[in-house]
């Protein structure tokens, strides 16, 4: 069974100063890996995905995530956060044809942008 | 366009008391369905996934139960809530006759405080 681990619980960050969410995720087999955002009670909205291809992929809001199939990695990056990127950041996996199709999360990443 | 409706935004229930919190998806057919719980400072927890009509997968043993009396219908339930029941609820869908796209769709949530 695939299970993902984000390192970090909470990230404070400077207004206009870069941010790395850290993501690792244990499968034997393939996988589609996703990040999402989640601002405060509200549903989640996608970020971006990896399916396949380029390992670098870009998003929306000026975030990216690098693939790194050696590391079992995915880590998500922006060059310079504002204010409003102050949420909840979530990692996710998926295997393909795996029963009922399910994502699993990891536990989440609060980032605060402080001014 | 897909669009996925959940209600209610907030309940507040008394303990022992009854629940049903409803999911509603448009713009796709056969989708498959899933019930997260959120808890207070943790991740998403995967409740139950349908692939289809009255076909129902609990992930974890609770005081909750999942039905999909529809194809785009799906519901949380329980006959007696417990304290520990108190959460955010998402309700999300994937994949569906005409949707090629790999990722999962979320509702607004249900905030729901069991007191």
């Known amino acids: 069974a695939q299970s993902v681990t984000q390192l970090d619980s909470q990230v404070p960050v400077f207004e206009e100063a870069p941010v790395e969410l850290r993501c690792n995720y244990s499968?034997?087999?393939?996988?589609?890996l996703f990040w999402y955002v989640q601002y405060p009670n509200q549903g989640l909205q996608l970020l971006l995905k990896?399916?396949?291809?380029?390992?670098l992929v870009k998003g929306i809001n000026g975030f990216e995530a690098e693939f790194n199939k050696s590391q079992t990695s995915f880590h998500l990056r922006k060059p310079s956060v504002h204010i409003s990127d102050t949420a909840e950041y979530f990692c996710?996996?998926?295997?393909?044809?795996?029963?009922?199709?399910?994502?699993?999360f990891g536990g989440g990443t609060r980032v605060l942008v402080k001014p | 366009s897909q669009t996925i409706h959940q209600w209610p935004a907030t309940l507040v229930q008394p303990v022992g008391s009854p629940l049903s919190l409803e999911c509603t998806v448009e713009?796709?057919?056969?989708?498959?369905l899933y019930w997260y719980r959120q808890a207070a400072g943790r991740g998403l927890q995967l409740l139950f996934y349908?692939?289809?009509?009255?076909?129902i997968s609990s992930e974890v043993p609770q005081n909750l139960s999942a039905s999909r009396p529809q194809d785009r219908q799906f519901i949380l339930s329980s006959k007696k809530l417990l304290l520990s029941d108190s959460g955010f609820y998402l309700c999300?869908?994937?994949?569906?006759?005409?949707?090629?796209?790999?990722?999962?769709?979320f509702g607004q949530g249900t905030r729901l405080t069991v007191v």
């Open positions: 999300a869908w994937r994949g569906g006759q005409g949707f090629t796209g790999t990722e999962a769709f």
């Open positions: 499968s034997s087999v393939s996988v589609y």
């Open positions: 990896y399916l396949s291809g380029s390992t």
């Open positions: 996710a996996v998926s295997v393909g044809g795996a029963a009922g199709n399910k994502l699993t």
């Open positions: 713009g796709t057919s056969n989708p498959n």
């Open positions: 349908s692939v289809g009509i009255g076909q």
